[in-house]
């Protein structure tokens, strides 16, 4: 409460310039800037072949598997992309985390469902793969979250009151008072959120960012496709809320980023 919160820590050690631009833009929306970055990923996609041939067919390897450890990796080495601004302030978070989305199943009627997770940097690859497998089994048995169970009880409430609760949510979290507890079920508290519209064979796409939450960073996969040169490539279109760092800080990040899924056996 006023300078503490259960999930980061504050960053005190800013330029003035930095830590007054919370003000001066006080929602993400404002403070949007895009990129567009496409990723060579010929490498990527052998290295995913060869490593299928030693993992069943229900827990294979995909690219986008890849794609999130190198992200991972990039956050642990980039440590000011995993920052987020709430109630004026700019915060480090504590641990990594990121909220994907997929399909219950391959159908315009099924719902979407969104998974959280925390990522050990440490943690191998294959241990990762394996436990998203888990994660993405849990959530399409059925099973509801703490999250679904929060939203269903609030739904079945007048809707004055759902907004009137929210608001209250919004100023309990802006002020540092929601329960570690309930920020680590909430999928809008995390780094990213990975939207993997390239799974079903769609162009990524520019997506805004929620200001519920303290999400900074919204990425969306587009499908494999040939580049200028011939080789495959996934273009990835970036939402980024320019208060947490630079431009040219999340452009080098970017750079990285091609070197971690371009160099895939070092993941």
Not at 3 to 18: K, N, S
Not at 41 to 51: D, G, K, P
Not at 93 to 111: C, E, H, M, V, Y
């Amino acid at each position: 409460m006023f300078g503490r919160r259960p999930d980061a820590t504050e960053v005190r050690d800013l330029p003035a310039i930095r830590r007054f631009m919370p003000f001066v833009s006080p929602r993400r929306n404002e403070s949007l800037v895009y990129f567009e970055h496409d990723l060579v990923v010929e490498r990527a996609l052998a290295f995913v072949e060869e490593r299928n041939r030693h993992r069943p067919p229900e827990r294979a390897m995909t690219l986008f598997h890849v794609l999130l450890r190198a992200l991972v990796r990039l956050f642990a080495e980039r440590p000011r992309l995993n920052r987020f601004t709430a109630g004026g302030r700019i915060w480090q978070r504590d641990g990594i985390w990121l909220t994907f989305s997929a399909k219950q199943a391959f159908d315009d009627r099924s719902p979407i469902l969104t998974v959280k997770r925390r990522f050990d940097p440490d943690e191998s690859l294959d241990a990762m793969v394996d436990g998203l497998h888990e994660s993405l089994a849990t959530g399409r048995s059925g099973r509801k979250t703490s999250s679904d169970r929060e939203m269903d009880l609030l739904l079945a409430l007048p809707s004055p009151l759902v907004r009137a609760l929210l608001a209250l949510v919004r100023a309990a979290d802006s002020a540092g008072l929601l329960p570690a507890s309930m920020i680590r079920s909430d999928p809008m508290h995390a780094t990213a959120f990975i939207a993997n519209l390239g799974s079903v064979g769609l162009e990524a796409g520019y997506h805004h960012l929620w200001e519920y939450g303290t999400i900074p960073l919204f990425c969306v996969v587009g499908r494999i496709k040939p580049g200028a040169d011939g080789r495959r490539v996934v273009t990835l279109k970036w939402s980024y809320d320019e208060r947490i760092e630079d431009g040219l800080y999340c452009a080098r990040s970017l750079e990285i980023l091609n070197g971690l899924v371009g160099d895939p056996e070092k993941l």
